[in-house]
């Protein structure tokens, strides 16, 4: 698999060997230096543990070996990656505070990142400006703090904008929290959130929400996963169709306010 940061990319192979090449400033490229790269290069740190996933931040990594621990490394001015710290690291670390988690999911944001575990629990760190961490503050968090939902819904998926993130729980509802001014959150209205928040208009829970018609959205189909962008959310259902929320850079997305209707469901 593939990922790509601001001005780096990172890569892991068939055999569970780790790439990195482009900009190394902060050492996000894992390769023990703040050197660039023009080819790939193999991360030799690992001691021969295998890697299965990677994603990339703004300026760090985020990679989880087969055995589903979690390591990070590169820029870490703001807490994310997760060591309890706010100090770069040339080559991947592992974040100790959640090795007794089999991680299953990662994803990065611009200065944030978000973890999910085997069971269900979603932790976030980093950058936290505009509560995209979404613990119910915004302070900078430099280690993994859990990410509460009501009932203590499961999470199945998650996925990180630039200042604001997305998740899927067990029961098929969509959540976002973060920065929202554009309306990236779904929620119709322009403001940010620091605790994870439904998306009324993809709720499957039978009792209210907003139904964009112009999707066509059937809510007892499921969401399959959702992609946030700088400034938008996209949600596909199992059908293939999306709904978009938020304003696109460059009018890439844009729904019309009277698209978008009051219903029971």
Same mark, same amino acid.
């Given at each position: 698999?593939?990922?790509?940061?601001?001005? &780096?990319? @990172? @890569?892991?192979?068939?055999?569970?060997?780790?790439?990195?090449?482009?900009?190394?400033? %902060?050492?996000? =490229?894992? $390769?023990?230096?703040?050197?660039?790269?023009?080819?790939?290069?193999? +991360?030799?740190? $690992?001691?021969?543990?295998?890697?299965?996933?990677?994603?990339?931040?703004?300026? &760090?990594?985020?990679?989880?070996?087969?055995?589903?621990?979690?390591?990070? %490394?590169?820029?870490?001015?703001?807490?994310?990656?997760?060591?309890?710290?706010?100090?770069? &690291?040339?080559?991947?670390?592992?974040?100790?505070?959640?090795?007794?988690?089999?991680?299953?999911?990662?994803?990065?944001?611009?200065?944030?990142?978000?973890?999910?575990?085997?069971?269900?629990? =979603? %932790?976030?760190?980093?950058?936290?400006?505009?509560? /995209?961490?979404?613990?119910?503050?915004? *302070? #900078?968090?430099?280690?993994? +703090? =859990?990410?509460?939902?009501?009932?203590? /819904?499961?999470?199945?998926?998650?996925?990180?904008?630039?200042? &604001?993130?997305?998740?899927?729980?067990?029961?098929?509802?969509?959540?976002?929290?973060?920065?929202?001014?554009?309306?990236? $959150?779904?929620?119709?209205?322009?403001?940010?959130?620091?605790?994870?928040?439904?998306?009324?208009?993809?709720?499957?829970?039978?009792?209210?929400?907003?139904?964009?018609?112009?999707?066509? =959205?059937?809510?007892?189909?499921?969401?399959?996963?959702?992609?946030?962008?700088?400034?938008? *959310?996209?949600?596909?259902?199992?059908?293939?169709?999306?709904?978009?929320?938020?304003?696109?850079?460059?009018? #890439? +997305?844009?729904?019309?306010?009277?698209?978008?209707?009051?219903?029971?469901?």
């Amino acid at each position: 698999m593939v990922a790509a940061g601001a001005e &780096h990319t @990172a @890569a892991v192979s068939e055999e569970g060997a780790l790439y990195g090449w482009g900009w190394g400033r %902060y050492g996000n =490229l894992g $390769l023990g230096d703040r050197n660039d790269r023009l080819v790939p290069e193999k +991360v030799s740190t $690992l001691n021969g543990e295998k890697m299965n996933m990677v994603a990339c931040g703004w300026r &760090h990594t985020i990679s989880v070996s087969d055995t589903g621990r979690l390591y990070t %490394y590169g820029w870490s001015k703001y807490g994310q990656l997760g060591h309890g710290d706010f100090e770069d &690291h040339l080559v991947p670390h592992k974040v100790e505070s959640l090795a007794d988690s089999f991680i299953k999911q990662i994803a990065g944001g611009w200065r944030h990142t978000m973890a999910l575990t085997s069971d269900g629990k =979603l %932790y976030g760190w980093g950058w936290n400006k505009f509560g /995209q961490v979404g613990v119910g503050d915004n *302070a #900078d968090h430099c280690s993994p +703090v =859990l990410v509460k939902f009501p009932h203590e /819904q499961k999470v199945v998926q998650v996925s990180c904008g630039w200042r &604001h993130t997305l998740a899927i729980t067990e029961e098929k509802n969509v959540f976002s929290w973060g920065r929202g001014t554009n309306g990236q $959150l779904g929620h119709g209205e322009s403001m940010d959130r620091n605790v994870p928040k439904i998306i009324e208009a993809l709720s499957v829970d039978g009792s209210s929400g907003q139904q964009i018609e112009s999707s066509k =959205l059937d809510p007892l189909s499921g969401k399959t996963w959702v992609s946030p962008t700088e400034r938008y *959310a996209i949600v596909p259902d199992e059908s293939g169709q999306t709904v978009h929320s938020g304003k696109g850079n460059g009018g #890439d +997305v844009s729904v019309p306010e009277n698209d978008v209707k009051r219903i029971r469901m």
